[in-house]
């Protein structure tokens, strides 16, 4: 299996790959060379017909501190502060983009650009003690870049909150205003994330391709264009061989046997 700087990936039998941020020492901070791992990784898997589903996560205490300052203070060049916020931009358009849904598995810390990735993913759980934060203004610099996917998945005055304030909040607050779907017990998050996992990768990576894409696409259309466009979705869906399976295994009573195609 080919190895990327700072990044495990691992798969399983069930279509479920996971991509493990290993930089412990940092605290998984989204260094140049992890972000582009990542996007590396994220290719990789792309290509991968065999991995229905993604889930990342971080080794160690946390999930990730976001960028990290001993690199930003290192780079002392526009070009080079430029370079790194573009490829970071990057990363995050190719999970919103990416032909697979991807779910965050969230522990300890989700700070700041770590936050920005856990917005960016499709789905997010964490553990009932995980916090999230964008702190930048702490330090005098605004996240500006982390508020794109924050500001998309949470309410606007609760954006603004975290971005102004720049404090903590708590995993049961990240879910009560939609930054993550749910939270649970350390002893009980791998089982339940994989719980819902399984779910996603029993269906057609065809139409989970499809929908995805969809979805996103959509979201930033009029009401009257977001109609027109997905009634030409659900056309482009219907040619599929696995919407004809699955409406044939629903009339006869029995589980589809997907094509993928």
Same mark, same amino acid.
């Given at each position: 299996?080919?190895?990327?700087?700072?990044?495990?990936?691992?798969?399983?039998?069930?279509?479920?790959?996971?991509?493990?941020?290993?930089?412990?020492?940092?605290?998984?901070?989204?260094?140049?060379?992890?972000?582009?791992?990542?996007?590396?990784?994220?290719?990789?898997?792309?290509?991968?017909?065999?991995? #229905?589903?993604? $889930?990342?996560?971080?080794? @160690?205490?946390? +999930?990730? !501190? %976001?960028?990290? &300052?001993?690199?930003?203070?290192? *780079?002392?060049?526009?070009?080079?502060?430029?370079?790194?916020?573009?490829?970071?931009?990057?990363?995050?358009?190719?999970?919103?983009?990416?032909? #697979?849904?991807? $779910?965050?598995?969230?522990? @300890?810390?989700? +700070?700041? !650009? %770590?936050?920005? &990735?856990?917005?960016?993913?499709? *789905?997010?759980?964490?553990?009932?003690?995980?916090?999230?934060?964008?702190?930048?203004?702490?330090?005098?610099?605004?996240?500006?870049?982390?508020?794109?996917?924050?500001?998309?998945?949470?309410?606007?005055?609760?954006?603004?909150?975290?971005?102004?304030?720049?404090?903590?909040?708590?995993?049961?607050?990240?879910?009560?205003?939609?930054?993550?779907?749910?939270?649970?017990?350390?002893?009980?998050?791998?089982?339940?994330?994989?719980?819902?996992?399984?779910?996603?990768?029993?269906?057609?990576?065809?139409?989970?391709?499809?929908?995805?894409?969809?979805?996103?696409?959509?979201?930033?259309?009029?009401?009257?264009?977001?109609?027109?466009?997905?009634?030409?979705?659900?056309?482009?869906?219907?040619?599929?061989?696995?919407?004809?399976?699955?409406?044939?295994?629903?009339?006869?009573?029995?589980?589809?046997?997907?094509?993928?195609?």
């Amino acid at each position: 299996m080919k190895t990327f700087k700072n990044i495990i990936l691992s798969k399983n039998n069930n279509g479920i790959s996971r991509i493990i941020l290993n930089d412990p020492k940092t605290y998984n901070s989204l260094s140049l060379a992890t972000i582009n791992s990542l996007i590396a990784v994220f290719k990789t898997l792309e290509k991968d017909k065999k991995t #229905k589903v993604i $889930i990342i996560e971080g080794a @160690g205490k946390g +999930f990730s !501190a %976001g960028h990290n &300052l001993n690199e930003i203070q290192s *780079l002392k060049n526009k070009t080079s502060y430029q370079k790194l916020f573009n490829q970071c931009s990057k990363l995050m358009m190719n999970i919103i983009n990416h032909n #697979k849904p991807v $779910i965050a598995k969230v522990h @300890g810390a989700a +700070f700041a !650009a %770590g936050c920005q &990735l856990v917005a960016s993913c499709d *789905l997010a759980f964490s553990s009932k003690e995980a916090i999230f934060s964008t702190p930048g203004v702490n330090i005098g610099l605004f996240c500006s870049t982390p508020m794109v996917a924050l500001s998309r998945k949470v309410n606007k005055k609760k954006a603004m909150q975290m971005l102004l304030t720049g404090e903590p909040i708590k995993a049961s607050y990240a879910k009560e205003i939609g930054l993550i779907n749910d939270c649970f017990t350390k002893s009980k998050l791998d089982t339940e994330i994989m719980k819902i996992a399984k779910i996603i990768s029993s269906k057609s990576s065809v139409t989970l391709n499809i929908g995805k894409g969809a979805f996103y696409k959509q979201l930033e259309m009029p009401l009257d264009k977001a109609y027109k466009y997905t009634s030409k979705i659900m056309t482009k869906n219907m040619m599929t061989a696995d919407a004809n399976e699955g409406i044939n295994s629903f009339l006869e009573k029995r589980s589809p046997v997907w094509k993928n195609k």
